[in-house]
Every structure is written in structure tokens, then in C-alpha cells.
């Protein structure tokens, strides 16, 4: 069971699980549009397929040829605030097009499916930390469209036999330590490249979105995650489900959080750099505290973080300095 399509391969994530899939052992199959992707984060001996999700022709035809034994879907659009503006994008793409796939893996007697799932399915928080079975209440359609596939994949579970490991995770960041491929999106919107574009000079400011939550600084915490474990992560995920059969959900974060104000305070003090700061208004939709508990995936994974806040800050930066696309 080593030839793993991942859709999205070209993406932030995915290119990461890419590169740690072969170094395992695997044999990884990237299908993106390159839609938001890079093919230039993808090794050229690694197969490259440039396609779309509604196309059930072309999944065919890849599925047989590389004999595939599980996918990985990371090809979601992830703007929150895009999301509200024009959710019909977000549902075609993060919810009509997965259940294409579903179905094509089915017809084509794929079971195996390991599913690139969110914390904005939970919506606002009730708990300090948020496990497994917080309430899942999304507020914005990004979080919505990938909360109906996590309810379509225990439908197809019971009904065809489809096994998925669903995994949630929080603040994605960081990049690999080699500093070849990282955190590249076209519109970026999140904050510690944002923050590290400003320390460089690319941007003229960063702004703070609120100053008055009930935080220790009044500004938001967030609990972020290195790439690279999240990629170790989907990977022990892929072995226990291939090894037990059965379908399982992780929440997957450091358990701890940082500050907005505190991570630009780290991007300062790493870089050597001062930089403009803009306090702005809250933006709608964001929660003051947004903390993982993932106790279950270590318990069952045996999975867990090795990257530090600031070790993440300083593989984000050899990155921005050195980027090729």
C-alpha cells in the first residue's frame, strides 16, 4: 500500500507531505491545477499530474496507471473572509468537487482516504482547548463546506466502505528546515509570513485586527503547528488506518498558544528588524482563544510536536529570504 495520490500536492501542506511521503518510503502522485499550487515546490522525479477534481476521466486514468492505493486531499480553498464574500466557490470546490473524488474512489475500489479537515469546523469555542468532541458549529462557509465532508465521509463509511481519517489542525506555519519549499500563497492572509514581509521590507505594515479581547495582551491567541509534524502526522494517520481499517478524526496542534502581539514581537527579535505596527478594529469571526487538545493523537498516533514557536519563526524566515516562487 505505498502509491499515495495527493491532490493539492503543489500546495503549502501538501508539498510538504510530498517530500516526507518519499523520504518514507512511499510512492507519492501529485494531481493539482495549480490553482493556487506551485509546481516548482514538487522534485521532477516526483509524477505530476496537472488536473481538476471534476474530472472523472483523468482520476481514472491516474488511478490506474499509478495503481493507487490511498489519496490525500489538501486542495481546499482557505480563506475565511473570501468564504463569506462568495461561498459558492467555496462549496463547488471544498465540497461538490470532493464528493467527485469520493465517487471516483469508490467506482475504482480506492478505500483509503486521508481528509485535510480544519478548526473552523468547530466555529466559536466553549472549552479552553478544543478536542474531538467540541461542538462542531462553523460560522463562515469554509468552515462549513469542509464540516459537510467530514459528515459525507461517515455516510460512506457505512454505506461503501470507504475508510478516512479526518484531521483538524490549527495555525499551519513554519516551513521545511531546507528552506526549498515553504509557505507560498498568492494571496497570502496569514500572519507569521505576513509579519516576516514586513520585517523584509516587502510590506509597509502589519496590521493588529483588535487590541481588546480578553487575552493576557488583548490580542488573539492562536495555537500554531509546524508543517512538518503536521506532515509526520498525516502520515501516521495513514499507516494506522491502512493497519486497523477503520475510520478516526485528530485534532492536531502544539496545545499551546501565542499572541499576535507575541509573535511579532519573536519575528523582531529573530530577524533584528523593526517594522511598522497598525492597531485596527476586530474583524467579524474571530475567536480571542483558538487552542488544539490533541490528546487523542498522541495517545493513538503516538504523534507529537517537536518544533518550538520561535523554531517555527526562524524556519518561516530562511525561507522568505531565500524563495524562488
Same mark, same amino acid.
Given at each position: /500500500?505505498?502509491?499515495?495520490?495527493?491532490?493539492?500536492?503543489?500546495?503549502?501542506?501538501?508539498?510538504?507531505?510530498?517530500?516526507?511521503?518519499?523520504?518514507?518510503?512511499?510512492?507519492?502522485?501529485?494531481?493539482?491545477?495549480? !490553482?493556487?499550487?506551485?509546481?516548482?515546490?514538487?522534485?521532477?522525479?516526483?509524477?505530476?499530474?496537472?488536473?481538476?477534481?471534476?474530472?472523472?476521466?483523468?482520476?481514472?486514468?491516474?488511478?490506474?496507471?499509478?495503481?493507487?492505493?490511498?489519496?490525500?486531499?489538501?486542495?481546499?480553498?482557505?480563506?475565511?473572509?473570501?468564504?463569506?464574500?462568495?461561498?459558492?466557490?467555496?462549496?463547488?470546490? +471544498?465540497?461538490?468537487?470532493? $464528493?467527485? $473524488? *469520493?465517487?471516483?474512489? #469508490?467506482?475504482?475500489?480506492?478505500?483509503?482516504?486521508?481528509? !485535510?479537515? @480544519?478548526?473552523?469546523?468547530?466555529? +466559536?469555542?466553549?472549552?479552553?482547548? &478544543?478536542?474531538? %468532541?467540541?461542538?462542531?458549529?462553523?460560522?463562515?462557509?469554509?468552515?462549513?463546506?469542509? *464540516?459537510?465532508?467530514?459528515?459525507? $465521509?461517515?455516510?460512506?463509511?457505512?454505506?461503501?466502505?470507504?475508510?478516512?481519517?479526518? *484531521?483538524?489542525?490549527?495555525?499551519?506555519?513554519?516551513?521545511? =528546515?531546507?528552506?526549498? #519549499?515553504?509557505?507560498?500563497?498568492?494571496? =497570502?492572509?496569514?500572519?507569521?509570513?505576513?509579519?516576516?514581509?514586513?520585517?523584509?521590507?516587502?510590506?509597509?505594515?502589519?496590521?493588529?485586527?483588535?487590541?481588546?479581547?480578553?487575552?493576557?495582551?488583548? %490580542?488573539? &491567541?492562536?495555537?500554531?503547528?509546524?508543517?512538518?509534524?503536521?506532515?509526520?502526522?498525516?502520515?501516521?494517520? *495513514?499507516?494506522? /488506518?491502512?493497519?486497523? +481499517?477503520?475510520? =478516526?478524526?485528530?485534532?492536531?496542534?502544539?496545545?499551546?498558544?501565542? !499572541?499576535?502581539?507575541? #509573535? #511579532?514581537?519573536?519575528?523582531?527579535?529573530? @530577524?533584528?528588524?523593526?517594522?511598522?505596527?497598525?492597531?485596527?478594529?476586530?474583524?467579524?469571526?474571530?475567536?480571542?482563544?483558538? &487552542?488544539?487538545? !490533541?490528546?487523542?493523537?498522541?495517545?493513538?498516533?503516538?504523534?507529537? @510536536? @517537536?518544533?518550538?514557536?520561535?523554531?517555527?519563526?526562524?524556519?518561516?524566515?530562511?525561507? =522568505?529570504?531565500?524563495?524562488?516562487?
Amino acid at each position: /500500500m505505498k502509491n499515495i495520490l495527493v491532490i493539492g500536492g503543489a500546495g503549502y501542506i501538501g508539498s510538504h507531505v510530498v517530500k516526507m511521503l518519499k523520504t518514507q518510503g512511499y510512492k507519492p502522485v501529485v494531481y493539482d491545477n495549480l !490553482s493556487t499550487g506551485f509546481k516548482e515546490s514538487i522534485d521532477k522525479k516526483i509524477p505530476f499530474v496537472k488536473g481538476d477534481l471534476a474530472d472523472k476521466t483523468l482520476l481514472k486514468k491516474v488511478f490506474r496507471k499509478y495503481k493507487i492505493n490511498a489519496v490525500m486531499h489538501f486542495a481546499a480553498f482557505a480563506q475565511v473572509g473570501e468564504s463569506v464574500k462568495n461561498p459558492a466557490k467555496y462549496y463547488q470546490n +471544498n465540497l461538490a468537487k470532493v $464528493l467527485n $473524488l *469520493l465517487d471516483s474512489m #469508490i467506482e475504482n475500489n480506492i478505500k483509503y482516504f486521508v481528509f !485535510s479537515s @480544519t478548526a473552523a469546523t468547530f466555529g +466559536n469555542p466553549i472549552t479552553k482547548t &478544543i478536542s474531538e %468532541t467540541h461542538p462542531q458549529n462553523p460560522i463562515n462557509p469554509y468552515g462549513q463546506s469542509k *464540516l459537510f465532508v467530514e459528515k459525507v $465521509l461517515k455516510d460512506y463509511d457505512l454505506a461503501y466502505g470507504l475508510k478516512s481519517t479526518v *484531521l483538524r489542525y490549527f495555525n499551519a506555519s513554519g516551513a521545511d =528546515e531546507s528552506a526549498k #519549499i515553504g509557505e507560498a500563497h498568492k494571496n =497570502e492572509t496569514h500572519l507569521i509570513p505576513l509579519v516576516l514581509q514586513t520585517a523584509l521590507g516587502k510590506r509597509k505594515e502589519i496590521k493588529i485586527f483588535g487590541t481588546d479581547y480578553p487575552t493576557p495582551d488583548g %490580542t488573539c &491567541i492562536r495555537d500554531y503547528v509546524h508543517v512538518n509534524d503536521l506532515a509526520n502526522a498525516h502520515i501516521l494517520a *495513514l499507516k494506522y /488506518m491502512l493497519k486497523n +481499517n477503520k475510520s =478516526e478524526d485528530f485534532n492536531l496542534g502544539s496545545s499551546k498558544g501565542a !499572541s499576535v502581539l507575541e #509573535i #511579532i514581537k519573536k519575528v523582531q527579535k529573530i @530577524t533584528g528588524k523593526n517594522f511598522k505596527v497598525v492597531k485596527d478594529k476586530r474583524r467579524p469571526g474571530d475567536p480571542a482563544n483558538l &487552542i488544539a487538545s !490533541s490528546k487523542k493523537a498522541k495517545k493513538i498516533l503516538n504523534w507529537k @510536536t @517537536t518544533y518550538s514557536i520561535d523554531k517555527i519563526i526562524k524556519t518561516a524566515y530562511q525561507w =522568505e529570504l531565500k524563495r524562488k516562487y
